[in-house]
């Protein structure tokens, strides 16, 4: 059995172990008194894959962008006490990272913070004041001050401050024409506002360090936890922004790269895309941080399929995405509610495309002269039509539950609307701002079957490759108008199910070479990545099928070596991936571990974690101790 099933999950904790026993007798319940007989016998078969299948008993929903400003508001409740609105930039970031490890105990997904600048940036402001009363207090609460000015007043005036952008101006009526005040209080701001920078890191410092060591599900998982940021332009979001980034490039208690949060940087021309733009050096440090700790990743606001839901000064028409890649912003069910915030993936399954292709193409033991796609749409229609109706069972189990079972999405008003319901209500009315989503694998491996070469190969591959993708698009918006849910498209992320899908096929068709002659099906309509390839033909190719895939996508481009050497070249990718019409898009390169000190990242000549130098030998205990951390 696999110990680890995911990088969060540690499968040698005793919670770990009893998750997994819970999470393969749940699965087996599931099968068999909860979902039609044939859906069973498609997922065991290997036609489809249903994703958290042990989690359906319950009927979670998957993943949440977080509307965090709502839940500061007011404060919240975890169930165990009511946590009041937060009045300093460092409450904000812990009851941030409190509220993502309270929620990831109501679903089954990942947590996603959609706009974290501009929820925590009131925090900074909130900070500022409390600065300045306390700096000013210090500076002029003296005894031959104390004629001068009424310390009193001076402090009503910072509460009325609604910016840190302020200068010694703001206080031209109580230094009046002495010049000793007025430095007084232009040192105060100046003091202040350093202060406030400081108290912002270790804040941010704090949320990177929490999000890595604080757990959910009784202790057996790391919340998975993505945030998004970048296009706030205030002076306070920019200071959450650029401490943040700076706190992740820190690294971890002894250098490490964090794991979490996956943190994803919105990039839109005007805000912060070119130079002239007020947030370019906040993208400009982006590049940086990535190319030492992986992220951040980089969204694209402006792609032909997120721009038109954006609406200049509304953060919430800001596409986010969920570090995985899964992305909801379109809503059939109200248009008016085609926001960001306050929504989520309530489930998705994925269709095997290979096996598709073996069984209407040019290769394995049947193989035909030429592709019978008439036979393949006809059989991708069928197997479109199971997993709808897979969905809509899972759908009306989700719907069945209430209010009470999910204390935190739904009894704190979380999920979009759900402030509206009754503890005992059902869940209908609100989850249906959700999306259900139909994924798929292995599109080069299911081209390859079909027509002898992959989209990476041949452009008659890359245009039947769009017209299939392109197909399963149209299907669920039929779907949309249909029943009134938001049926998307979602270019599934490979995972474990890659491995899974070429088993069975193999076991079926034998060893096909280019298709089933793999450890794996390549991940959604990615080109392969043992494929030799320019990163721009990669990217040009792959951005074609982010239109289609409304439910989330990404395309990764790896580089070798320490991109940080040249960080010319690695913007010019993150422009491509933009030129390219990416919606989501990451650069991998290789990051280190030293098998001493357990340092995680670029390591040159020198360990940065126990300064051990490349030379040096390693004790054979920690080999042993390297090899074995890898359980799987």
């Keep these: 059995m696999c110990i680890r099933d995911s990088g969060n999950i540690d499968g040698n904790s005793a919670m770990g172990t009893m998750l997994q026993f819970g999470s393969n007798v749940s699965r087996e319940f599931s099968k068999a008194y909860l979902m039609k007989k044939k859906f069973a016998d498609a997922h065991d078969e290997g036609y489809i894959h249903i994703h958290d299948m042990d989690f359906e008993a319950m009927g979670t929903t998957t ?78 609460d003296l005894e031959d001050l104390n004629d001068f000015v009424n310390v009193a007043s001076i402090e009503k005036e910072i509460a009325k401050i609604n910016t840190i952008d302020i200068t010694v101006e703001y206080f031209e009526k109580f230094y009046k024409n002495s010049e000793l005040m007025k430095r007084l209080f232009d040192m105060s701001i100046k003091k202040s506002l350093e202060k406030t920078d400081k108290r912002t890191y270790q804040a941010m410092e704090a949320f990177v360090h929490n999000l890595n060591t604080m757990h959910s599900r009784a202790g057996a998982q790391v919340p998975f936890s993505s945030i998004n940021f970048g296009t706030d332009i205030s002076s306070e ?15 971890l208690g002894q250098g490490e790269t964090p794991i979490f949060p996956i943190s994803i940087f919105k990039v839109k021309e005007g805000v912060n895309y070119n130079p002239e733009d007020p947030n370019y050096d906040l993208f400009k440090l982006s590049l940086r941080v990535s190319a030492k700790r992986l992220f951040p990743n980089w969204s694209f606001l402006d792609s032909s399929f997120n721009k038109p839901y954006y609406k200049a000064g509304d953060y919430r028409t800001e596409v986010g995405y969920m570090g995985c890649r899964t ?26 495309l290979p096996r598709i292709g073996i069984k209407h193409g040019i290769v394995g033991k049947n193989a035909l002269d030429k592709a019978d796609m008439k036979g393949f749409y006809e059989e991708l229609d069928d197997m479109m039509e199971l997993v709808k109706d897979q969905l809509l069972e899972r759908y009306d189990i989700q719907c069945n539950k209430r209010v009470y079972n999910f204390p935190f999405l739904m009894g704190q008003g979380v999920w979009l609307d759900s402030d509206k319901l009754k503890p005992n209500d059902r869940l209908k009315k609100v989850l249906k701002h959700g999306t259900l989503s139909i994924g798929f694998i292995g599109l080069a491996e299911c081209l390859k079957a079909l027509i002898g070469k992959h989209h990476g190969e041949s452009e008659e591959a890359q245009k039947l490759g769009l017209k299939i993708i392109g197909h399963m698009r149209e299907k669920c918006d039929e779907y949309s108008k249909k029943y009134n849910l938001n049926f998307t498209c979602l270019a599934t992320p490979a995972e474990g199910l890659s491995g899974r899908f070429v088993n069975i096929d193999r076991d079926i068709y034998g060893k096909i070479p280019g298709v089933t002659d793999r450890a794996y099906y390549t991940n959604s309509f990615h080109v392969p990545v043992y494929y030799n390839i320019s990163i721009a033909d990669k990217l040009r190719i792959e951005g074609k099928y982010h239109k289609f895939t409304n439910a989330g996508h990404i395309s990764y481009i790896e580089l070798d070596g320490d991109p940080s050497d040249n960080l010319e070249a690695f913007e010019s990718v993150v422009r491509i991936m933009k030129e390219s019409d990416i919606g989501y898009g990451a650069i991998n390169h290789p990051v280190d571990r030293d098998p001493v000190c357990g340092y995680v990242g670029v390591i040159g000549d020198v360990c940065p974690g126990c300064g051990r130098k490349a030379y040096e030998g390693v004790p054979i205990e920690r080999v042993n101790d390297y090899k074995n951390s890898c359980n799987c």
Excluded at 75 to 81: N, R, V, Y
Excluded at 339 to 347: E, H, K, Y
């Design 327 to 352: 992305r909801v912003i379109g809503n059939v069910v109200d248009p008016d509610k085609e926001i960001t915030p306050g929504r989520g993936n309530l489930s998705f399954t994925s269709i095997n």
């Design 237 to 251: 979001g920019r200071m959450v922004t650029k401490n943040y980034m700076l706190a992740s490039e820190a690294g």
């Design 63 to 140: 993943c949440m962008q977080i509307d965090l400003d709502k839940l500061f508001k007011n404060g919240f409740s975890t169930g165990h006490g009511h946590l009041r609105e937060p009045n300093d930039i460092m409450s904000y970031s812990a009851l941030a990272a409190i509220a993502i490890q309270s929620n990831q105990n109501d679903q089954h997904g990942g947590q996603s913070i959609p706009a974290f600048d501009y929820y925590l940036a009131p925090g900074v402001l909130k900070t500022f004041k409390k600065m300045l009363k306390t700096t000013i207090k210090d500076y002029i």
